[in-house]
């Protein structure tokens, strides 16, 4: 549902305004009972990363990484088979 404010309280209440619009609503903005402008949420894939990133965790999605979290070790490789044979090969050619 589409909401309208006054320019005036919309000033005033920009911060609520704001929060309706990033739970997906819509307000527009009059001036002198005209409408001058329309406040919509952004396309979140028009989004940067580190933007959707924080709106995941604001959702309660995602957890802040942890300042000492340990980087992922490689997956362990096949001890034997054709696959191992090929990557191998792969390495010594500076694949």
Excluded at 3 to 28: D, N, P
């Amino acid at each position: 549902m589409e909401k309208s404010m006054g320019v005036r309280e919309a000033k005033a209440r920009l911060r609520h305004i704001l929060k309706v619009v990033k739970q997906g609503g819509t307000w527009t903005i009059t001036e002198r009972g005209r409408p001058v402008a329309r406040l919509v949420p952004v396309e979140v894939s028009k989004l940067p990363l580190a933007d959707r990133l924080a709106r995941l965790e604001e959702r309660g999605c995602l957890e802040p990484l942890a300042r000492d979290a340990e980087p992922l070790l490689p997956p362990p490789l096949p001890v034997s088979g054709m696959a191992l044979k090929w990557l191998l090969e792969d390495r010594e050619r500076g694949h």
